[in-house]
C-alpha cells in the first residue's frame, strides 16, 4: 500500500494546473470553529443496520464497493431512487435506498456465494429508478469480485478480524483482496494512492458497527480525507484551490478529465493536502478533528450549496 499522505505531498510539489491559497484555508478553518458549515445529520451518518455485526458489515462492504460515479451524462436525467415516504434520493443515498429495498426483497444480496455468481440483469433490477446511473457493469464486477474475495474469509468481519484492529492493515487487506479498490495512478513517473472507497469502507465500518458495540479499528484517524468531487468544488468555491485558466474553462465546461490524467491526479492530490492544512489550521484554532470526520464536515457543506461552479467530471470507477 502507497502512503496517501506522503503521495500527496509529492503531487503538491509539482502541480501545474492549481494553486492552494493557505490564507483561504484559514477563513475556512474560522467558518467551521464559528458554527457556519452545516453539519452531518445523525441519521444519514448512520444509514443502516443489520440485524447482527456480521449483516451489517456485509452492509458496508455491498455499500461501499458501488459507491461511486453517480453523477449523469451531458443531456441524461439524474439517477435517483425514491424512498417509502415518497422523496428521491440520488447519489451515495440513493444507493442506500436501494440496497435496503434489494435486501428486503432477497437476503442473497449479503450473501458471498450469490455476489460471486451475481449479473448485469441483477444489478440493473437493484439499482433501477428514475434517470440513468452509469457504469452499471463496473459494478457488477465490483459485486462479483466482493463474493470472490471473501470466499476465504466466509464473512467480511474476517476480513476486519484479520486487520487485528489496525486501520491502515485492514486498507491495505482490502485493496489486495479487491481488485476495484486498488485506487493507485501515475503522476510524474511516480506510483501514488488515493484509497478512497477503501478508507470509506473502513470510516463506515467504525461507524455501523459501533451500533453493536463493536469498535474495529483504533487508529481511525491514520484515514485521510477522501478524495473526490464535492471537496474540490468546495475549496474552489472558498478561494482554497485557484484552477488554471485552461483547467477552469474546462470543468465549467462539463469537459471530462480523464481518469489518471494529470489534471485528475492534481486535484486529487491537492485535495487530500488542503484538508491536512486545514486540521493544522484548527489545530491552532483548539480543535482537533481527524482528517476522516473533516471529510463529512466539507462534504456536507458542499451538499448543502446550490450555486457552486460545477465539479469535475471523471468517469472513474474510485469515486
Known amino acids: 500500500m502507497i502512503d496517501v499522505r506522503s503521495s500527496a505531498r509529492f503531487i503538491c510539489q509539482n502541480l501545474e494546473s492549481i494553486e492552494i491559497d493557505d490564507s483561504r484555508i484559514s477563513v475556512v478553518a474560522e467558518k467551521i470553529v464559528g458554527g457556519k458549515y452545516a453539519l452531518p445529520k445523525s441519521e444519514e451518518a448512520m444509514p443502516f443496520k443489520g440485524r447482527d455485526p456480521s449483516e451489517s458489515a456485509m452492509w458496508c462492504f455491498l455499500a461501499d464497493a458501488l459507491n461511486f460515479c453517480f453523477w ?6 439524474k439517477w435517483q431512487v ?14 442506500i435506498e436501494s440496497l435496503k429495498k434489494g435486501i ?30 452509469q457504469l452499471l457493469d463496473e459494478r457488477r464486477i465490483a459485486i462479483n469480485e466482493l463474493g470472490l474475495g471473501l470466499k476465504d474469509k466466509g464473512s467480511a468481519m474476517g476480513i476486519i478480524g484479520d486487520a487485528k484492529k ?8 482490502v485493496i489486495k483482496t479487491f481488485p476495484s479498490f486498488k485506487d493507485e495512478a501515475v503522476f510524474r513517473g511516480e506510483k501514488v494512492g488515493f484509497y478512497k472507497r477503501a478508507q470509506i469502507l473502513a470510516m463506515d465500518l467504525n461507524l455501523v458497527l459501533s451500533q453493536h458495540e463493536i469498535i474495529p479499528f483504533n487508529n481511525i484517524d491514520k484515514l485521510t480525507a477522501f478524495a473526490d468531487y464535492k471537496l474540490p468544488q468546495l475549496f474552489r468555491d472558498e478561494g482554497v484551490f485557484i484552477y488554471s485558466n485552461e483547467l477552469g474553462d474546462r470543468i465549467d465546461s462539463g469537459d471530462l478529465i480523464e481518469k489518471g490524467s494529470k489534471e485528475e491526479i ?23 478533528l481527524s482528517s476522516p470526520v473533516l471529510d463529512n464536515i466539507l462534504w456536507t457543506e458542499a451538499k448543502a450549496r446550490h450555486n457552486m461552479k460545477m465539479h469535475h467530471l471523471t468517469k472513474t470507477i474510485y469515486y
Not at 432477497?106 to 437493484?126: A, H, M
Open 104 to 133: 428486503d426483497k432477497s437476503r442473497s444480496w449479503l450473501d458471498p456465494v450469490f455476489l460471486r455468481i451475481v449479473k448485469l440483469e441483477d444489478v440493473s433490477r437493484l439499482l433501477a429508478g428514475q434517470g440513468e446511473l
Open 82 to 95: 425514491q424512498t417509502a415516504g415518497g422523496q428521491w434520493r440520488g447519489g451515495y443515498f440513493g444507493l
Open 266 to 288: 492534481e486535484i486529487r492530490g491537492a485535495t487530500i493536502f488542503a484538508v491536512e492544512s486545514l486540521r493544522n489550521s484548527l489545530l491552532d484554532l483548539g480543535v482537533n
Open 166 to 173: 489496525d486501520v491502515i492493515g485492514f486498507v491495505d487487506l
Open 72 to 77: 449523469p451524462v451531458a443531456g441524461k436525467e
